[in-house]
């Protein structure tokens, strides 16, 4: 029985998980795919650095051809990172006829359709669970699971680290640089955080989902980004005074054939089960026509758990070899990009605002309001100790981007009006 020779690019915290599970799963392995699975030669910087995992010095190289030219390897796990020199490779990686299995979603978000299409003329395999939501069957799940329903929404926490310090916020009251810092001291959080933080890595995976959940061009550069450092304690003090959880979420909804991508801090009511996903979890709601509302829970990092993705898919590509349809697994997108503009983009709103504490202050603020036919559902109003000012907290009813940035910049404007101290969108009251 001829054997699935592997090749991986890397063997750090998600390489070395593979080897793992490739060596203690041998057996399910083989029982699944009907032939041992073995690791013939790995990609490394460094040959000389202690592993995780106990592999021959022989099976390592830093020759990138003795991996994606070698004529024994059938598969190429690609658990090395970076955009530019890792495209080149996949792509003499796939045109050497190797199937490819890709835990990058930097990667995938800027080159997924380019990559996609050079496998699919070379009869090969690309499959990419690990990119988004790390242990989390995801993509699967919309492919396969949900593939005869109209997705209509996906909302996700897709990165852990920002979920882990609003979590901890949250949970303690503590202020975002103190829980910055103790994510970095725990490893949570990269010494360097501006790709978590401001929403980058999040925007990556969304671009990936909305990809295959809606069947369409999405490019990472559609999707509107906000991060999370400039959330205070006292956001989610009111927030929480009013029934809501901050979260980091991603957004992809359509409607009419009309699609947006957003991540961005986001309030939940505190019933809504993505608000129940706490410190470095991830989870992916997803919402179709005919199935209603769905939910994917799980660790979106780790070694073992993101290796598990990338062996699944290896299982996957191994049964196709048995099938002999490699290759044929992609299906190009269905629709072409269709973006919406933002008066068709509704969200409810919350806002604070510091005003002057005077007779006749709030009416001129309601007014703004009501002037563009935005009501609001909840109001907050409590007097700023030793000022005259007060501060009020409002969560609208639902308006259109366009009309609350209007009346944004009109509150600005507004004498009595201090400042506008924070808005953030607010999802998951009710309707869809
Ligand atoms: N970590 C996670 O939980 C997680 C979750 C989901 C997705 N991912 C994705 O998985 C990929 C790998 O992440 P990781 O955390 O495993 O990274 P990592 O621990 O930094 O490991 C990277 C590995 O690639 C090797 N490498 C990097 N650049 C190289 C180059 N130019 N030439 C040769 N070898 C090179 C390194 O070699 P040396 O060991 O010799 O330095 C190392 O073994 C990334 O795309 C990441 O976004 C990671």
Known sequence: MKAIHVGLLGLGTVGSGVVKIIEDHQDKLMHQVGCPVKVKKVLVKNIEKDRQVHISKEMLTTNVEDVINNPDIDVVIEVMGGVEETRDHLISAL????????????????????????????????????????????????????????????????????????????????????????????????????????????????????????????????????????????????????????????????????IEVAVEPTLLPETHPLAAVNDEFNAVYVYGEAVGETMFYGPGAGSLPTATAVVSDLVGVMKNMRLGVNGRSAVAPQFAKELKSPEHIYAQHFLRITAKDQVGAFSNITSLFSERGVSFEKILQLPIKNSNLAEIVIVTHKASHSDFEEILQRLNDLQVVEEVKSTYRVEGNGSI
């Not at 299995?101 to 990667?107: I, P, Q």
């Not at 990119?131 to 897709?158: C, E, F, H, N």
């Not at 929480?240 to 054939?257: D, F, H, P, S, V």
């Open 95 to 258: 045109k050497a006829k190797k199937h490819v299995v890709t835990a990058n979603k930097d990667l995938m978000a800027v080159y997924g359709t380019e990559l996609l299409s050079i496998a699919t003329e070379n009869g090969c395999d690309l499959f990419y669970e690990a990119s988004v939501a790390g242990g989390i069957p995801i993509l699967r799940s919309l492919v396969d699971g949900l593939a005869s329903d109209r997705i209509t929404k996906m909302m996700g926490i897709v990165n852990g680290t920002t979920n882990f310090i609003l979590t901890k916020m949250s949970k303690l009251g503590s202020a975002y640089d103190e829980v910055l810092k103790e994510a970095q001291d725990l490893g949570y959080a990269e010494s360097d955080p501006t790709s978590d933080v401001e929403g980058l890595d999040a925007a990556r995976k969304m671009a990936i989902l909305a990809r295959l959940g809606f069947s369409m061009h999405v490019d990472l550069e559609d999707v509107s980004v906000k991060g999370i450092s400039s959330v205070t304690d006292d956001d989610i003090s009111y927030s929480k005074r009013l029934g809501y959880t901050m979260k980091l979420i991603g957004i992809a909804q359509r409607e009419n054939g009309k």
